[in-house]
């Protein structure tokens, strides 16, 4: 097992707030409690200043949360509700790629969830949180059902301005495979694609390339030069299905190596050619995995919690350390995911660049974990993200505006680039 290194920069305490200011949010926390403002993003400008858009792909979102992919994107009604709650975008279940014949090479990752598991975690450095585990991997039905399913998610997005995105496994050369199955790469992303273009113009289709947390145990990913032939090869075959057309995002999965390997991974997707072989952004990381952690019939699976959020932290601002203020400008935008169940994690997150967060533990928490106790469980975590007196995001938001000083007109993606590109005056400044 890897070793643990906490991350070094941490917004500790309670953020610095005026009285006037406290004393509104913590009338707004009870004042909403039964509903959400509507419309949420103008509540929240006009009454604290605080512009909540940012941008998924080089597209605008008007708030920076979204759920991952995974089994709570996988019906309509789910998005309906996602929609009418509020949500910035969803990222739907990830389809499993398939060539013109059917055939595909990852089929084993299509697998039917049969029960998901919700449960306390404590991490390595004693910190208490939660966990979801299931054995469902990606999309087990047809391909014509997930299209289907695409659009009718589209369509109920697009009422409420929420942007929503496929995630795609395509195949990855494993074994002694020495090459790559194109086919899965070309045919997947061009059917998609109609899909996008009949409901949204020609507007260039935001896709994500899901590097599952399951590969860790997989045998495909036990080499570290393996990893790095598909972090180099991917961004292009998608791209070449539809030449500017598709913005790929590769969701970086955390290995069962070492953090200099994490740090490699990232700094191989940078460092591509800035043409159809790159990214257009990253996906930064999902979840842990245990090999020895049994599950049903299962030895082997994913988890989050602490220790997940805490090693995003660090590999992030170690990443960021790293970098010089030229190479921070070529910087590929970041959307975060990991243990996001506080406005505080989010803003420690969007400290290291990421303007768009990606939650999914959050949203099947117990009620008693929300002060908010009517309204769909996305609702109540919007609440509980946002309006939370110590650990929200408005609160958080305010505190860092006031100690780095940011224009009053500075949205959230700004505030992320911001973060990025001043990022040791930040760490100077928290230290």
Known sequence: ??????????????????????????????????????????????????????????????????????????????????????????????????????????????????????????????????????????????????????????????????????????????????????????????????????????????????FSPTLAGDERATQQARIGEWLKAVPGLIHRAAPGKVRVGLKIFNTLFEDDFQLHMLDSVHRARPDEDRADFLVYANRLFDPAKKFEDKVGVAYGGPDLSDRNLAVLEKFLSSRSNADRLGELPLSATGDIHSGRIAAEYLLRGASTLQMHTIFQLPNGQFSMQTGSKTEKALHHLLFHPQEGLIAWLLDLKQRFGWEQAMNVHQMAEWCRKNWKNAVEELS
């Open 1 to 210: 097992m890897w070793e643990l290194l906490p991350p070094r920069v941490r917004l500790i305490g309670a953020p610095c707030l005026s009285e006037h200011i406290a004393r509104q949010i913590a009338q707004d926390v009870e004042r909403f409690c039964n509903g959400l403002p509507r419309p949420l993003e103008a509540y929240i400008l006009a009454t604290y200043g605080i512009d909540l858009a940012s941008e998924y792909a080089g597209l605008r979102v008007k708030n920076p949360f979204g759920k991952a992919s995974g089994q709570l994107s996988l019906a309509t009604h789910q998005i309906e509700r996602d929609a009418a709650a509020g949500l910035g975008f969803v990222i739907l279940k990830t389809v499993i790629a398939q060539d013109s014949s059917g055939e595909q090479s990852m089929r084993e990752w299509a697998i039917h969830e049969t029960r998901m598991l919700v449960e306390p975690i404590r991490g390595r450095m004693a910190e208490e949180g939660w966990t979801v585990t299931w054995k469902g991997r990606g999309w087990f039905d047809t391909f014509a059902a997930y299209r289907h399913f695409f659009a009718e998610s589209i369509g109920a997005g697009q009422a409420a301005d929420m942007l929503v995105v496929p995630s795609v496994k395509y195949h990855l050369p494993g074994g002694q495979e020495t090459f790559w199955k194109e086919e899965e790469y070309s045919f997947t992303t061009l059917r998609l694609l109609e899909t996008w273009i009949e409901a949204c113009g020609n507007q260039p289709m935001p896709l994500e390339k899901d």
